[in-house]
T-cell receptor
Framework: DAKTTQPTSMDCAEGRAANLPCNHSTISGNEYVYWYRQIHSQGPQYIIHGLKNNETNEMASLIITEDRKSSTLILPHATLRDTAVYYCIVRDWGGTASKLTFGTGTRLQVTL | KAGVTQTPRYLIKTRGQQVTLSCSPISGHRSVSWYQQTPGQGLQFLFEYFSETQRNKGNFPGRFSGRQFSNSRSEMNVSTLELGDSALYLC??????????????FGPGTRLTVT
């Protein structure tokens, strides 16, 4: 699986958009970008995934650059409950293997 | 639809003992994976089970084992516990493996403390 690089921490004011970057310059053509988050002492929560097109769901938007070497997770209106560690993971579609390799992630702190 | 459930939520054991943790996946999900999370090593993949067969294994000693039952429920066992086994053990489930990207759904975890 391709390696990812994320900032260690970020702050965001409540109500503003939180833009979390991820670099995955060695991504290969069949690898997806997944985002998960982990709120303190809970299990990781799936947010969104994409291959090459931008994706949006009820939680967030995922913007993947045209060369697929980086992506940005956007939480459009961050709330205090979005304070968590956000993990960007790159891996292929999985087949019969579901292993996820978690890095250190970005610790997002949403403040009043 | 109920989420992934794990029992027990908290557990305290003594060095040298063994422990069994249980995971019930989301209804209809047949793949179950286990992860260990510690402050020092972060989230690490232990193993995955699908159709009662171990499909993938992480880099953990043989003291860590698991199994899956015909109803997709899974258990993991750690024998001869060491202090370093203190961790949050997470279970994740997903639908039948197949074509396309598939997200995983994690349970709340079992926090194991070894004294």
């Amino acid at each position: 699986d391709a390696k990812t690089t994320q900032p260690t921490s970020m702050d965001c004011a409540e109500g503003r958009a939180a833009n979390l970057p991820c670099n995955h310059s060695t991504i290969s053509g069949n690898e997806y970008v997944y985002w998960y988050r982990q709120i303190h002492s809970q299990g990781p929560q799936y947010i969104i995934h994409g291959l090459k097109n931008n994706e949006t769901n009820e939680m967030a938007s995922l913007i993947i650059t045209e060369d697929r070497k980086s992506s940005t997770l956007i939480l459009p209106h961050a709330t205090l409950r979005d304070t968590a560690v956000y993990y960007c993971i790159v891996r292929d579609w999985g087949g019969t293997a579901s292993k996820l390799t978690f890095g250190t992630g970005t610790r997002l702190q949403v403040t009043l | 639809k109920a989420g992934v459930t794990q029992t027990p939520r908290y557990l305290i054991k003594t060095r040298g003992q063994q422990v069994t943790l249980s995971c019930s996946p989301i209804s209809g999900h047949r793949s179950v994976s286990w992860y260990q999370q510690t402050p020092g090593q972060g989230l690490q993949f232990l193993f995955e089970y699908f159709s009662e067969t171990q499909r993938n294994k992480g880099n953990f000693p043989g003291r860590f084992s698991g199994r899956q039952f015909s109803n997709s429920r899974s258990e993991m066992n750690v024998s001869t516990l060491e202090l370093g086994d203190s961790a949050l053990y997470l279970c994740a489930s997903r639908p039948n493996p197949g074509q396309g990207a598939v997200e995983q759904y994690f349970g709340p975890g079992t926090r194991l403390t070894v004294t």
